[in-house]
């Protein structure tokens, strides 16, 4: 069964770094666009980046603009959000999603921050909290 798994969360300081990781089971992420998400406590999941299949496009929600970087390894069949300068209202739990084999490949080469966008697989998710 196809499955996403993200990991790299954790505890970190304000101004700190973590790195993401996206990675599947039964299928190649890299083979799809794939949007990252959070959801804080007591709010809905926000977008807040993404990338197409060939990394053409790539976008980032104002929020984390110039401070996370999306990117993807096909080697490692990954993708990854590099994050820094973390600050404590990046808390919250992360998710990333992927398009998958049922659309066209049209969808594949968009990239889209919608968590109610065409995303047919997503991850359990993984905790990043910032605090001192």
């Known amino acids: 069964q196809a499955q996403l798994v993200e990991s790299g969360g954790g505890l970190v300081q304000p101004g700190g770094s973590l790195r993401l990781s996206c990675t599947a089971s039964?299928?190649?992420?890299?083979?799809?666009?794939v949007g990252w998400f959070r959801q804080a406590p007591g709010k809905e999941r926000e977008g807040i980046s993404c990338?197409?299949?060939?990394?053409?496009?790539?976008n980032y929600a104002a929020s984390v603009k110039g401070r996370f970087t999306v990117s993807s390894d096909t080697a490692e069949k990954t993708v990854y959000l590099q994050m820094s300068g973390l600050k404590p209202e990046d808390t919250g739990t992360y998710y990333c999603?992927?398009?998958?084999?049922?659309?066209?490949?049209?969808?594949?080469?968009?990239?889209?921050?919608?968590?109610?966008?065409?995303?047919?697989?997503w991850g359990q998710g993984t905790q990043v909290t910032v605090s001192a």
């Open positions: 990338v197409s299949k060939d990394g053409a496009n790539v």
């Open positions: 999603a992927a398009t998958g084999p049922g659309f066209g490949p049209i969808v594949h080469t968009m990239c889209m921050m919608d968590p109610q966008g065409p995303y047919d697989h």
């Open positions: 039964g299928f190649s992420v890299t083979d799809y666009a």
